[in-house]
């Protein structure tokens, strides 16, 4: 990972990592998907992240709120949390092809490794196999039935 200064925040977008794969490695394919995955993931990282600490000295500033460092790593982990089901729901209901699920695969496969681990290979698309429990819908009113 690179080392963190402004310029990487401000060009998070445009961020990859170097393809260092070694000569005579058969599985040269497989290694530039999972750095292309890598590369995103650390593009959502640090975008999800500058989001969040701009609207913490927001609310710090505005609000004059107070935040202690457990609030913090929970809000950061909740954004990663809706950022990773933002990207399973578009491969599995907006997208729906093998291109998009492939590319959330290397994108969040290595980090959540130990939770995929006994899970199926369709962890992707399969909305509740993470967690055990249905995404929360939107309740229905007269007008949406």
Do not use: F, M
């Not at 590319?103 to 899970?119: A, C, D, F, G, P």
């Amino acid at each position: 990972w690179p080392e963190q200064h402004i310029g990487l925040v401000l060009g998070c977008g445009t961020i990859s990592l170097p393809n260092e794969t070694q000569s005579g490695n058969a599985n040269v394919k497989k290694d530039i998907l999972l750095k292309k995955g890598a590369s995103r993931l650390l593009r959502i990282l640090i975008s999800e992240s500058a989001y969040l600490i701009w609207t913490v000295r927001c609310e710090r500033v505005i609000r004059e709120s107070t935040h202690n460092e457990d609030t913090v790593r929970r809000r950061w982990a909740n954004v990663i949390d809706k950022r990773l089901q933002l990207d399973r729901a578009l491969a599995s209901k907006i997208r729906r092809d093998s291109k998009t699920e492939l590319k959330v695969r290397n994108t969040w496969s290595e980090v959540l490794h130990n939770q995929i681990q006994h899970s199926p290979n369709n962890w992707v698309t399969n909305l509740e196999v993470l967690v055990g429990i249905k995404l929360p819908r939107p309740s229905q009113t007269v007008e949406t039935r």
